[in-house]
């Protein structure tokens, strides 16, 4: 017998937090979520098709994790940055390289 219990509030985390991308400069992106949450998370980029670009750890400081993104040598088009983990889930956003 399994005991389906909801409102653990794990999903309410990852939805009170705010995700910001922010072009810094050409093609230099800061990612950003201010979040309660304090445990660490994952920061990754992904193409439209689903390749890995790149997976870092992140950490906490004050209030939020951050990421300074460059972008500049990577070639033109879509990608979805996304940052979270699997206990919490995870914010999801798209930049376009020119």
Known sequence: LVNIVAG???DDIISNSEFKIIMTDNDKYKISLITDYSDNIKFSVFTVTGQSITSKKVYRVGNSYSYD??????????????????QIGYKVGK????
Do not use: E, F, H, R
Not at 69 to 81: E, I
Not at 95 to 98: A, S
């Open 8 to 10: 653990l509030g794990v």
């Open 69 to 86: 993104l460059d972008m500049s040598q990577a070639s033109p088009g879509v990608y979805l940055v996304k940052m979270g983990n699997n």
């Open 95 to 98: 930049i376009i390289v020119k």
